[in-house]
């Protein structure tokens, strides 16, 4: 009876190893996925644009960017747990373009003391926040701005219109 008691902890041994083994495989198997995962995302965003809009350079653009008018932006920051500083820019726009805008691509940017950008995103805000802005109607739009730095020269803020379209 002595020898069967031997051979139990042998066999729990060996599956307990089997088991280990095989754990660290897996572990491995999931953070090699994870990086893939990773490394295909890009690991940065893309900023949206709007699909066939109107943009700077065409005939149309003259005609009707001084008819979508874009109010005063005013600006708050705070920091992040991250040590970074988010600002958010908003203002409001106003169509008396005489056309329905059932596109909207808006420019958001924080300029140095030289004019030149120091942190800067595009937003698509028609129709991703509302469906369409009749003529002679306003709507708030908000531009968040991330990454910055105490370092950062933030001397002025600015919101442009980049593109639109009409119904």
Same mark, same amino acid.
């Given at each position: =009876?002595?020898?069967?008691?031997?051979?139990?902890?042998?066999?729990?041994?060996?599956?307990?190893?089997?088991?280990?083994?095989?754990?660290?495989?897996?572990? #491995? @198997?999931?953070?090699?996925? /994870?990086?893939?995962?990773?490394?295909?995302?890009?690991?940065?965003?893309?900023?949206?644009?709007?699909?066939?809009?109107?943009?700077?350079?065409?005939?149309?653009?003259?005609?009707?960017?001084?008819?979508?008018?874009?109010?005063?932006?005013?600006?708050?920051?705070?920091?992040?747990?991250?040590?970074?500083?988010?600002?958010?820019?908003?203002?409001?726009?106003?169509?008396?373009?005489?056309?329905?805008?059932?596109?909207?691509? #808006?420019? @958001?940017?924080?300029?140095?003391?030289?004019?030149?950008?120091?942190?800067?995103?595009?937003?698509?805000?028609?129709?991703?926040?509302?469906?369409?802005?009749?003529?002679?109607?306003?709507?708030?739009?908000?531009? =968040?701005?991330?990454?910055?730095?105490?370092?950062?020269?933030?001397?002025?803020?600015?919101?442009?219109?980049? @593109?639109?379209? /009409?119904?």
């Amino acid at each position: =009876m002595a020898t069967p008691d031997r051979q139990l902890p042998d066999s729990d041994d060996s599956r307990r190893t089997v088991i280990i083994v095989v754990a660290v495989i897996a572990a #491995i @198997g999931i953070a090699a996925l /994870f990086y893939l995962l990773m490394r295909a995302s890009g690991g940065g965003t893309v900023e949206p644009t709007l699909e066939g809009a109107i943009r700077a350079g065409s005939p149309e653009f003259e005609q009707y960017a001084s008819k979508i008018m874009v109010d005063k932006p005013e600006a708050y920051e705070s920091k992040r747990a991250l040590g970074d500083i988010v600002m958010n820019l908003q203002s409001i726009v106003h169509n008396f373009s005489g056309r329905t805008l059932t596109g909207l691509e #808006i420019k @958001g940017v924080v300029v140095d003391h030289q004019g030149k950008p120091v942190n800067q995103r595009a937003v698509v805000v028609i129709p991703t926040r509302q469906p369409e802005l009749d003529n002679n109607r306003s709507m708030a739009v908000r531009v =968040m701005l991330e990454g910055m730095t105490d370092k950062d020269d933030r001397a002025d803020i600015r919101m442009e219109v980049t @593109g639109f379209k /009409f119904k």
